[in-house]
């Protein structure tokens, strides 16, 4: 019963691959979130998506592209991993101000 | 760069005594938040503010806001080690769900 769910909790890959990160939430919320949080624990926002509009964190390359095929997901597809995307990646879905974050996923490219 | 900067990054006390994180930020908002963060897990929110509101309580929970000044506070009183984690503030622009901004952290360990 798991609010926001997202896997793999650990995904370690080489440089120049190509990954996904699931999301999922049984929130019913319309808003989804995916945020990258550095080894210094900064966490920074990278999309915002719900049914109708998608916005993007200027900062973020166009390697990161957000994928939702229904309103309970959002999964996050990373094209040609380079090593600073090494990081932790959370999703969370929110109503109105509050946001809900899943566990995170840990990767780390070699 | 980021919106809220934390003020101390790192904070360590003793069980029982009362712990002070301080945060300031740079543009107007609607609202500002505190999450929690246990090592290794996901971010647990804790408590909004609204720019309107400038004292708020939940359980051992205290937060302030300035506008004026651009800064928040949260108090939590009485803390217990299992309060130990990283508290981060987010702000947001409006109440609509847009996306927040958050600070760099503040790590408080409570020691038994």
């Known amino acids: 019963d798991t609010a926001v769910s997202q896997t793999p909790k650990y995904l370690v890959t080489q440089m120049g691959n190509d990954k996904s990160i699931k999301c999922e939430q049984n929130?019913?919320?319309?808003?989804m979130y995916w945020y990258k949080q550095d080894s210094k624990k900064f966490l920074k926002i990278m999309f915002s998506?719900?049914?109708?509009?998608?916005?993007i964190n200027e900062t973020v390359p166009n390697r990161f592209s957000p994928k939702s095929p229904d309103k309970a997901h959002l999964n996050l597809h990373i094209n040609s991993l380079e090593l600073g995307d090494s990081a932790v990646y959370f999703c969370?879905?929110?109503?109105?101000?509050?946001?809900?974050f899943g566990p995170g996923t840990r990767l780390l490219v070699l | 760069s980021q919106q809220g900067e934390e003020d101390p990054q790192a904070l360590s006390i003793q069980e029982g005594e009362n712990a002070t994180m301080n945060c300031s930020y740079k543009?107007?908002?609607?609202?500002l938040q505190w999450y929690r963060q246990n090592s290794g897990r996901g971010l647990v929110h804790l408590i909004l503010?609204?720019?309107?509101?400038r004292e708020k309580h939940s359980g051992r929970l205290r937060v302030t806001l300035d506008t004026s000044k651009k800064s928040s506070s949260l108090l939590i009183t009485a803390s217990r080690a299992a309060d130990t984690a990283s508290y981060f503030c987010?702000?947001?622009?409006?109440?609509?769900?847009?996306?927040?901004?958050f600070g760099g952290g503040t790590r408080l360990m409570v020691k038994p």
């Open positions: 929130l019913g919320h319309d808003t």
């Open positions: 998506y719900n049914n109708k509009e998608l916005i």
């Open positions: 543009t107007s908002i609607n609202n």
């Open positions: 503010i609204r720019s309107n509101e």
């Open positions: 969370a879905s929110g109503v109105a101000e509050t946001q809900y």
């Open positions: 987010a702000t947001g622009k409006d109440n609509a769900g847009n996306m927040l901004t």
